[in-house]
């Protein structure tokens, strides 16, 4: 009867260390100190299936090439060896798991060892130094059943456990990348427009006032065109931790689009002069961080910003109306250019309004072919025509003809300025093959046509010009493109590259409106360019001008120890020409010898 009670006694301690943790190592470990106790162990190993991920696993089919692996020891050292480096031990498990046994006593030197099976995928090894009673090993199945039971409950509560943890990573991953930035690290557009939602409601319950700041960030296209994307992306960075530095806990600083960067400021007050005042130490304090230098491997570079802003204290603004506001300002920032920021007024959106509706109109007045182009006689002090200038007319059919002044800005603001190009590219071409079949004077040698920034940018830019001048069979000799001296400030080299293949074909270069601009003398000698054109700005009043005077004479100097022509423009005044002559400048146009003239027109005064 006390055998009976004491393996009953055995049994019930076994069983209850089972089910004391989940986890599945405490588990174990609890169960072979136990068995220390009740069994009289000297040493107890637990050896179990393991995943590719050093898991333990449970497998109830067999396979006999697998092999267990330790998963925990009590006591964990045996001789000062942990019995996970013990191989000898490890090889016996295996060979008793391979077996396929239920249980086993072996001795191995003066060591004796009990294996029994736990389910169908571990060990369990008692080291003793007497055999374990018969009686005592019987009643150990229901044990290791229950033992191989919990395991497999443990292996899959830590499976689950792992996996809610992965799922809860993999969510919180979804959800940053669904509101930050993937480069900068900043909040998105998306998690922005959010905040600003939530800012409008606070403003209403709090009585405050709440400012979006846009940030558009300029000569930021040229550092990716020039250096590449992988500077660009390290200026963007280095731009986003200024502003978060700048901004700490003042607002919510996030990615807005590209190059641009928006700002959210809440609790401001309802007094606007307040208001105001903390929003332009803001905007300073921006514009100063971002005018920095920002310094790599690669190089040093300097950029500058345009801030357009928005306020808001109530609920008669939404979201997208504040946003398009801010962007407004920006843009109406960007193209006054000295106003680094500015808020954004009613008017704005009226201006922006009339903008693409002009806009719309050049695309119609492309369509309708509502474009011409009139010619500027050229003449010589001998009053003979040496040439003409092309120059667009728009004649608009509810506003008559439209000054360049308005619509070419306009359109170099889009593609709309390339198709204006090939439009008078062509109609140039055209114009000087009739002109070819006319008997000219021989004073008479070129048309000239404006080359726009966008045009010479393009890398086909000389193939397009050799195209339309073998498409209409002119000679060469009779086309004349005239580049401002400020577009020569992109690609220098692509430009002269060019102008070089135009200047082998036999097509002349110009360089207009010469002082106006930032030209350098370096790269100016190194250009084709057969002439310079005077400015009209230097050319009124030269007579009475000494500063006119003064830079005219500059320009003609220049040009003959450069072996270049030199021609004025805007002659108006007899004084203008008689002043022109005696500086030794001997070509000219301007309304003093004659107006742009129609096609038609200007034929007639040749044949005059």
């Given at each position: 009867?006390?055998?009976?009670?004491?393996?009953?006694?055995?049994?019930?301690?076994?069983?209850?260390?089972?089910?004391?943790?989940?986890?599945?190592?405490?588990?174990?470990?609890?169960?072979?100190?136990?068995?220390?106790?009740?069994?009289?162990?000297?040493?107890?190993?637990?050896?179990?299936?393991?995943?590719?991920?050093?898991?333990?696993?449970?497998?109830?089919?067999?396979?006999?090439?697998i092999q267990l692996k330790h998963y925990v020891s009590f006591p964990m050292k045996k001789s000062g060896l942990?019995?996970?480096?013990?191989?000898?031990?490890?090889?016996?498990?295996?060979?008793?798991?391979q077996n396929n046994r239920d249980e086993q006593e072996q001795k191995v030197s003066s060591t004796l060892y009990?294996?029994?099976?736990?389910?169908?995928?571990?060990?369990?090894?008692?080291?003793?130094?007497?055999?374990?009673?018969?009686?005592?090993?019987?009643?150990?199945?229901?044990?290791?059943?229950?033992?191989?039971?919990?395991?497999?409950?443990?292996?899959?509560?830590?499976?689950?456990?792992?996996?809610?943890?992965?799922?809860?990573?993999?969510?919180?991953?979804?959800?940053?990348?669904?509101?930050?930035?993937?480069?900068?690290?900043?909040?998105?557009?998306?998690?922005?427009?959010?905040?600003?939602?939530?800012?409008?409601?606070?403003?209403?319950?709090?009585?405050?006032?709440?400012?979006?700041?846009?940030?558009?960030?300029?000569?930021?296209?040229?550092?990716?065109?020039?250096?590449?994307?992988?500077?660009?992306?390290?200026?963007?960075?280095?731009?986003?931790?200024?502003?978060?530095?700048?901004?700490?806990?003042?607002?919510?600083?996030?990615?807005?689009?590209?190059?641009?960067?928006?700002?959210?400021?809440?609790?401001?007050?309802?007094?606007?002069?307040?208001?105001?005042?903390?929003?332009?130490?803001?905007?300073?304090?921006?514009?100063?961080?971002?005018?920095?230098?920002?310094?790599?491997?690669?190089?040093?570079?300097?950029?500058?910003?345009?801030?357009?802003?928005?306020?808001?204290?109530?609920?008669?603004?939404?979201?997208?109306?504040?946003?398009?506001?801010?962007?407004?300002?920006?843009?109406?920032?960007?193209?006054?250019?000295?106003?680094?920021?500015?808020?954004?007024?009613?008017?704005?959106?009226?201006?922006?309004?009339?903008?693409?509706?002009?806009?719309?109109?050049?695309?119609?007045?492309?369509?309708?072919?509502?474009?011409?182009?009139?010619?500027?006689?050229?003449?010589?002090?001998?009053?003979?025509?040496?040439?003409?200038?092309?120059?667009?007319?728009?004649?608009?059919?509810?506003?008559?003809?439209?000054?360049?002044?308005?619509?070419?800005?306009?359109?170099?603001?889009?593609?709309?300025?390339?198709?204006?190009?090939?439009?008078?590219?062509?109609?140039?071409?055209?114009?000087?093959?009739?002109?070819?079949?006319?008997?000219?004077?021989?004073?008479?040698?070129?048309?000239?046509?404006?080359?726009?920034?966008?045009?010479?940018?393009?890398?086909?830019?000389?193939?397009?010009?050799?195209?339309?001048?073998?498409?209409?069979?002119?000679?060469?000799?009779?086309?004349?493109?005239?580049?401002?001296?400020?577009?020569?400030?992109?690609?220098?080299?692509?430009?002269?590259?060019?102008?070089?293949?135009?200047?082998?074909?036999?097509?002349?270069?110009?360089?207009?409106?010469?002082?106006?601009?930032?030209?350098?003398?370096?790269?100016?000698?190194?250009?084709?360019?057969?002439?310079?054109?005077?400015?009209?700005?230097?050319?009124?009043?030269?007579?009475?001008?000494?500063?006119?005077?003064?830079?005219?004479?500059?320009?003609?100097?220049?040009?003959?120890?450069?072996?270049?022509?030199?021609?004025?423009?805007?002659?108006?005044?007899?004084?203008?020409?008689?002043?022109?002559?005696?500086?030794?400048?001997?070509?000219?146009?301007?309304?003093?010898?004659?107006?742009?003239?129609?096609?038609?027109?200007?034929?007639?005064?040749?044949?005059?």
């Amino acid at each position: 009867m006390n055998i009976a009670m004491h393996i009953m006694s055995i049994q019930h301690q076994l069983v209850l260390a089972i089910d004391k943790d989940p986890d599945l190592k405490k588990m174990l470990h609890q169960f072979l100190s136990l068995c220390s106790l009740s069994l009289n162990s000297t040493n107890s190993h637990i050896f179990l299936i393991k995943d590719n991920n050093n898991n333990p696993a449970y497998q109830l089919n067999i396979n006999h090439e697998i092999q267990l692996k330790h998963y925990v020891s009590f006591p964990m050292k045996k001789s000062g060896l942990l019995s996970s480096e013990d191989t000898k031990l490890f090889d016996l498990v295996n060979q008793f798991f391979q077996n396929n046994r239920d249980e086993q006593e072996q001795k191995v030197s003066s060591t004796l060892y009990h294996f029994f099976k736990i389910g169908d995928f571990g060990v369990l090894t008692i080291e003793r130094e007497k055999s374990l009673d018969q009686a005592i090993r019987n009643a150990l199945p229901p044990v290791l059943n229950k033992l191989a039971i919990s395991t497999i409950a443990a292996i899959n509560h830590h499976s689950l456990v792992i996996e809610i943890k992965t799922r809860q990573r993999v969510e919180e991953k979804i959800s940053y990348q669904a509101s930050h930035d993937f480069l900068t690290g900043l909040y998105n557009r998306m998690k922005i427009q959010e905040f600003l939602a939530s800012a409008i409601d606070d403003c209403i319950h709090q009585e405050q006032t709440g400012a979006i700041l846009l940030i558009n960030l300029t000569g930021f296209k040229n550092i990716n065109d020039v250096m590449g994307y992988h500077v660009g992306d390290e200026v963007l960075k280095q731009a986003a931790v200024r502003l978060k530095v700048l901004i700490k806990d003042m607002g919510i600083v996030a990615r807005f689009n590209g190059h641009e960067f928006i700002i959210l400021i809440e609790s401001l007050s309802l007094n606007n002069t307040k208001a105001q005042s903390i929003i332009n130490d803001v905007i300073a304090d921006i514009i100063y961080a971002m005018e920095i230098p920002f310094e790599f491997v690669e190089g040093r570079f300097s950029l500058s910003c345009f801030i357009g802003y928005e306020t808001f204290n109530n609920a008669s603004k939404g979201v997208q109306d504040i946003l398009k506001n801010a962007s407004i300002a920006v843009y109406e920032a960007f193209k006054r250019g000295k106003d680094k920021a500015l808020p954004y007024n009613e008017v704005m959106s009226k201006q922006l309004n009339d903008h693409i509706s002009y806009t719309r109109e050049i695309k119609q007045a492309l369509a309708f072919n509502e474009f011409e182009l009139h010619y500027q006689p050229q003449y010589d002090h001998l009053n003979n025509m040496i040439g003409a200038e092309a120059l667009l007319r728009w004649n608009n059919p509810l506003r008559g003809y439209e000054s360049p002044a308005v619509y070419i800005p306009i359109a170099e603001e889009s593609d709309l300025i390339m198709q204006i190009s090939s439009y008078v590219l062509q109609q140039a071409c055209e114009d000087i093959r009739k002109l070819q079949q006319l008997p000219l004077p021989d004073t008479f040698k070129q048309v000239s046509i404006n080359i726009s920034a966008k045009q010479l940018a393009k890398h086909d830019f000389a193939d397009t010009i050799i195209l339309a001048i073998k498409k209409n069979q002119i000679s060469p000799l009779h086309l004349k493109i005239e580049i401002t001296e400020s577009i020569m400030m992109g690609d220098i080299e692509l430009s002269i590259a060019c102008l070089e293949k135009l200047h082998d074909f036999g097509v002349e270069c110009a360089i207009d409106d010469f002082g106006t601009g930032y030209s350098s003398l370096a790269y100016l000698k190194r250009l084709p360019a057969s002439l310079l054109k005077i400015d009209r700005s230097f050319v009124t009043d030269i007579h009475k001008d000494p500063s006119n005077h003064a830079i005219a004479n500059m320009v003609i100097k220049l040009a003959n120890s450069l072996n270049m022509e030199v021609i004025a423009e805007g002659v108006e005044t007899k004084q203008e020409l008689d002043s022109l002559i005696a500086l030794g400048c001997y070509q000219y146009q301007g309304f003093y010898f004659s107006r742009p003239l129609t096609f038609n027109k200007l034929v007639e005064s040749l044949e005059a």
